[in-house]
């Protein structure tokens, strides 16, 4: 008869690792398991906390800042992601997540009518950026 507890599975679940070989042998092999995905979980905290480390003090920020037109026509969101940073307290950043949206004004529902070509310019705005 193969055993495993409740203990081994859940160490194995949460590590995120297949069952190992071992584990599957009577209760010698899934204490022997269970060392093995507690030794994973381990490595995997370290190599967690490592990257934390390199990302020193970066974090992600909320906010709406809207985005400037570049010549081209295209959205130029890193000064709007710098703008929004700034106002955080860092000293610098880069765009994570925008919306673009129409931003008709209200004379053009009035009456049901339909905007006309035009009258409804698209706007870009930065909601989220990764500040450093």
Known sequence: MRVLTVATLAALFVAGFAIPADAARPVKGAVQGTATAAKGVGDATKESIDALGRLGGTRVVTGRERCVIAPNGAPDCRVAAETMCRAKGFSSGSSVDYQTAENCPAQA??????????????????TKAMCQ
């Open 109 to 126: 529902f009035m009456n049901g009518r339909k905007p006309m070509p035009g009258e409804c310019p698209i706007e870009h705005v930065v």
